[in-house]
């Protein structure tokens, strides 16, 4: 059974800052939240109430961020990886990584990848002393990646057939094994720079775009693929299960319950609502852990969280 409602949004934050990204734990159940100028990392339970804790990251400013467990996170600035040790109690920031143009977390924590402007990857762990990088060899151009579960995909430039965009699916925790899933992706792929979701059902999107490319059966030897017209500008997207999830630039959140890459004409909303945030949506992100939660936030800092049903009512 698919999702059918999304429940009443509740502001579960105000941080002052500009929100710039959103990572997640699921075994933890925990959720943070990342600002800018100045830089906190506010972490909170998923279920949105409950004991939080905001820190000052002694950071200049930020784009990114994963958390591998409880205690460490890594943020993103605009070229460097920082490790954030001890983050329940004195935060520690140490430099990991330089050169570096994306974070990719996992939705479980454990681990995570980024990727260097030189084309390099980098497995991001906790080690007993922080975090520990190890540089591999990307096979080419990844411009985006999402974990999900025990498989790596990523969206690449000049890999598909007549060297446009493609899509790989790998087995495991980084894309250097051989993929099990491949697809050519329309040139309309090419300016997406985020990979949401899962094999089930995998969305490029880009911020300010209307159109997002649907992937679906990705660990599959042949995923099916697909353009697909939302109608209205997106900032970021997020994937339960096989349900896509939006976050408009008008403040609303809209869920595309049962949509498919062969979807005809403007993709109708299941169901939407208006997060009512104040000031402009930045960021957001879905979890899964514990039932499914969208999460929300705005360049003066407000966080508001929305659970997503499934049944009647």
Not at 217 to 236: I, K, Q, R, Y
Not at 273 to 284: D, K
């Amino acid at each position: 059974m698919g999702f059918t409602r999304l429940a009443a949004p509740r502001v579960v934050a105000s941080l002052e800052a500009s929100v710039v990204a959103f990572a997640s734990l699921g075994k933890a159940r925990r959720v943070a939240a990342l600002t800018t100028d100045p830089v906190h990392l506010h972490v909170m339970p998923l279920t949105g109430s409950g004991s939080a804790k905001t820190t000052v990251v002694a950071l200049d400013e930020a784009r990114g961020l994963a958390l591998l467990n409880p205690d460490v996170a890594v943020v993103l600035t605009d070229d460097a990886l920082w490790s954030l040790r001890d983050i329940r109690h004195q935060v520690r920031v140490e430099v990991v990584a330089r050169d570096v143009r994306a974070l990719c977390a996992h939705p479980a924590g454990g681990h995570a990848l980024a990727f260097g402007w030189d084309g390099r990857g980098i497995e991001l762990t906790a080690g007993g002393d922080g975090v520990d990088a190890r540089d591999f060899v990307t096979r080419g151009d990844i411009r985006s990646a999402v974990l999900s579960g025990d498989h790596a995909l990523v969206a690449m430039a000049g890999a598909g057939g007549g060297e446009g965009p493609a899509f790989r699916c790998h087995p495991g925790t980084t894309p250097e094994s051989g993929a099990v899933g491949r697809a050519d992706l329309p040139l309309a792929a090419a300016g997406c720079d985020r990979l949401r979701g899962g094999p089930a059902l995998a969305v490029l999107a880009s911020p300010g775009a209307t159109e997002v490319v649907l992937v679906s059966g990705g660990a599959m030897a042949a995923p099916s693929v697909g353009t697909v017209d939302l109608g209205h500008e997106v900032v970021d997207v997020g994937v339960v299960e096989t349900t896509l999830f939006t976050l408009g630039a008008d403040g609303r959140v809209r869920m595309f319950d049962g949509i498919t890459p062969d979807a005809t004409g403007a993709a109708t909303p299941t169901a939407e609502v208006a997060l009512g945030l104040r000031g402009r949506p930045t960021a957001f992100h879905a979890t899964s852990a514990g039932g499914a939660r969208l999460w929300g936030g705005s360049d003066q800092g407000e966080v508001v969280c929305v659970a997503a049903a499934k049944g009647t009512l």
